[in-house]
């Protein structure tokens, strides 16, 4: 079993409407949930970040977490061609640096 | 905001040469890096750790004497890919932990071998 889930997509969504983007874990000692957007043949660029249970919005991203069903979610509101990238969904266990990926979901905002 | 650079953004070597990549942190001091890879339409694959003045930690399956990390400095660490493989052509990245825990990537060095 994967220890981060992610549906690889291709998720098409037109300009302008809202993406959601869901990932699962399987570690329940897993303390902080991160967001990444990669674009081809690009390193991972930080979007979001988030501790404690509930919704944290920060401009068009809102991620939510469910500590209890283990899952995290990204909504990009308004989407943009420009967000057209993979997006990666990242765990890391208790203070340990360590992170640990999904295998990320392709995201395509069509005209 | 932090920045990490890597040295360099890409390489082609033969089949049996050896070849070093840099990672530095240009403005934060990091004990810890990291070293990530990845293979075309995959998810980074973490290395192995890597921690100033200490031998590197490395993950199930990679190995440590084919990929050589030093991590000699508080700025930088390396990484040696020896006696290369056209199977060890990848995309190769650094990241750096700040002091607050905070990680930030390099911006990946693309490997290919001939």
């Known amino acids: 079993q994967k220890e981060v889930e992610q549906n690889s997509g291709p998720l098409s969504v037109p300009e302008g409407a809202i993406a959601s983007l869901n990932c699962t874990y399987s570690?329940?000692?897993?303390?902080?949930f991160f967001w990444y957007r990669q674009y081809s043949g690009k390193s991972p660029e930080l979007i979001m970040f988030i501790y404690s249970n509930g919704d944290k919005e920060d401009g068009r991203f809102t991620a939510q977490l469910n500590k209890a069903s283990q899952y995290v979610s990204l909504l990009i509101r308004d989407s943009q061609p420009s967000d057209s990238a993979t997006y990666l969904c990242a765990v890391k266990a208790g203070t340990a640096s360590k992170l640990t990926f999904g295998t990320g979901t392709r995201l395509q905002v069509t005209l | 905001g932090a920045v990490v650079s890597q040295h360099p953004s890409w390489v082609i070597c033969k089949s049996g040469t050896s070849v070093k990549i840099e990672c530095r942190s240009l403005?934060?001091?990091?004990?810890?890096m990291f070293w990530y890879r990845q293979f075309p339409k995959q998810s980074l694959m973490l290395m192995a750790t890597s921690n100033e003045g200490s031998k590197a930690t490395y993950e199930q399956g990679v190995e440590k004497d084919k990929f050589l990390i030093n991590h000699a400095s508080l700025t930088l660490s390396t990484l040696t890919v020896t006696s290369a493989h056209p199977e060890d052509s990848s995309f190769y990245i650094c990241?750096?932990?700040?002091?607050?825990?905070?990680?930030?990537f390099g911006p990946g060095t693309r490997l290919t071998v001939t």
């Open positions: 403005d934060f001091q990091a004990t810890t």
């Open positions: 570690d329940r000692g897993s303390q902080s």
């Open positions: 990241s750096a932990v700040d002091r607050v825990g905070e990680q930030y």
